[in-house]
């Protein structure tokens, strides 16, 4: 035999206390850890199943007075070759003589202790019966992220410039990018120091060209992973 709902009614049960008594000052604690907990930890924890995350960061740029600068003359044989990198320091170069002067500067515009620009210049004395035809100037760069992603790389700078008619001296304006190929493994307060071995240290044992060396040996590292 079926029931008939007759009436219905919520029973509330109000349990009441002074303000200034322990009970209340229970209730007001675990009603704010209620709230409070989560976002805790959440950002404890930077998110909870987090896959990517983005973040901006200002990175610490030295140079660490690596370069190799490679001037082709109109005689391909007789390259004016400047550097300051270990993987030449046992080698003679023909026109070794021709660089004159290098300076290397960072410039820190706003005193946040972080350089703003760097800024190089080469003279090169160049042979009465020479013109140059090309420059490749390789620059080793000290990179250093601080504060999500702690991280010291050493990292390279390429230029490249070709000349139709002969220079009498390039001026070249760029600014540095990070290109990122791979996720960062952010652990918290441990250095990413994976990559942080000179670039122009490498042993070289051919006699192959010392650029297309050192740009092979600088993409395989990211496949090395
Ligand atoms: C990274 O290498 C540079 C230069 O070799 C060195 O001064 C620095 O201490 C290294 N950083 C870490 C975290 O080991």
């Known amino acids: 035999m079926g029931l008939y709902k007759l009436f219905s009614t919520n029973v ?3 349990y009441k206390s002074c303000l200034l008594s322990k009970a209340t000052l229970f209730t007001l604690i675990t009603t704010l850890l209620t709230i409070i907990l989560p976002f805790l930890i959440a ?8 896959r990517t995350h983005n973040f901006y960061e200002h990175p610490v740029i030295h140079y660490p007075y690596e370069y190799i600068l490679v001037a082709e003359t109109d005689d391909p044989s ?4 400047c550097s300051e990198a ?5 080698e003679i170069f023909v026109g070794e003589e021709n660089c004159v002067e290098i300076q290397a500067q960072e410039y820190d515009f706003n005193d946040d202790g972080k350089a703003d620009a760097l800024e190089f210049n080469f003279h090169l004395m160049i042979p009465q019966e ?3 035809s090309s420059v490749i100037a390789m620059l080793a760069l000290d990179f250093q992220l601080e504060t999500v992603c702690p991280l010291h790389m050493q990292s390279l700078a390429f230029i490249q410039k070709s000349f139709t008619v002969p220079p009498s001296g390039l001026k070249y304006y760029g600014d540095i990018e990070f290109y990122q190929t791979v996720h960062l493994p952010c652990l918290r307060n441990i ?5 942080n071995s000179s670039l122009m240290s490498y ?4 006699s192959e060209n010392i650029v297309d060396f050192i740009m092979v040996n600088y993409f395989q590292r990211d496949s090395m992973l």
Do not use: M
């Open 12 to 14: 509330e049960i109000q």
């Open 43 to 50: 950002h404890r924890s930077r998110g909870f199943w987090l």
């Open 78 to 81: 007789q390259p004016i070759v």
């Open 86 to 90: 270990a993987v030449l320091n046992q």
């Open 130 to 132: 020479r013109t140059i």
């Open 191 to 195: 250095v990413d120091k994976k990559y």
């Open 203 to 206: 042993f070289r044992s051919s």
